[in-house]
């Protein structure tokens, strides 16, 4: 993917996004993905040559090096970028989709012909549902990756020194050492940071989208009931008026039956 074609979907998701969402798409691009491109790609280029092992057995330093790292963390950064950024793309498909069903129905009835939507990129309808379980799977795959971080390497920390034991083909107990492991245990915390930050986001949106559906639902409800006494009293002014004693249009027992 170039950048030409990742500004274009940063756009396209920025468009139908809240304040929060926009936030949440800065802090993603500026410091998680410039930061991922700049400098952490580097930081672990050198993970699996320099990682040292006090043993010439063939194989082994393979082996431990595998035994504790199953996979980096430049690429499990990389997978949590993806699939994090991936549920935005249910919104921009769901208004793509309305205003595909749109273009349909004018080409049917007209130009002329009353609109299917106000506006397909308003969150309202099936759209905001939409956009909700997209925030609800950006904030499942943040906490799962956040887990698997913290399970895979000690805690988010890294140490300088691993111990490598009963495993084939290295005899006995074998210490690996990790290079530059303060500047990878940095970088770690400053990702780590950052995806906490996105999740306070993604939390304060779906907070704030909830919110805001039930104040205007609220408010519906008060206009209806408001417009409610207006329209009987408008209603009440063109009740024919009560008999009057002693004759008159409205005298007469039979006009009350």
């Known amino acids: 993917m170039d950048w030409k074609t990742l500004q274009a979907l940063l756009s396209g998701v920025n468009k139908y996004s809240t304040a929060f969402g926009r936030i ?18 580097r ?5 699996q040559k320099d990682f040292d092992c ?34 935005s793309l249910l919104v921009i498909l769901h208004v793509a989709y309305r205003e595909e069903r749109e273009r349909r129905h004018r080409q049917k009835h007209g130009d002329q012909c ?38 895979l390497w000690y805690g988010f920390s890294m140490p300088r020194l ?20 303060t500047e990878k245990k940095l970088f770690t915390y400053f990702m780590v940071g950052a995806s906490a930050v996105c999740i306070v986001l993604t939390v304060c949106e779906i907070c704030y989208l909830i919110f805001h559906r039930i104040v205007r639902s609220i408010s519906r409800k008060k206009t209806a009931r408001s417009r409610s006494p207006r329209s009987s009293a408008s209603q009440g002014l063109h009740l024919p008026l009560p008999p009057q004693a002693g004759g008159g249009w409205g005298a007469g027992p039979g006009l009350w039956r």
Do not use: M
Not at 43 to 47: K, S
Not at 64 to 77: A, K
């Open 24 to 41: 949440w798409l800065s802090v993603v691009f500026v410091f998680r993905l410039l930061v991922y491109v700049v400098a952490a790609e």
């Open 43 to 47: 930081v672990w280029g050198d993970e």
């Open 54 to 87: 006090n043993t010439k057995q063939p194989g082994c330093t393979n082996v431990c090096y595998d035994e504790f790292f199953p996979i980096s963390n430049i690429r499990l950064w990389a997978l949590q970028l993806i699939f994090v950024t991936c549920p």
């Open 114 to 151: 009353a609109k299917l939507y106000d506006d397909a990129g308003k969150k309202h309808g099936g759209l905001w549902w939409t956009y909700l379980l997209s925030l609800v799977f950006k904030l499942a795959i943040e906490f799962l990756f956040l887990y698997v971080l913290h399970t």
């Open 162 to 181: 691993v111990q490598c034991a009963n495993v084939a083909p290295c005899p006995n107990i074998v210490d690996c050492y990790i290079a530059r492991p």
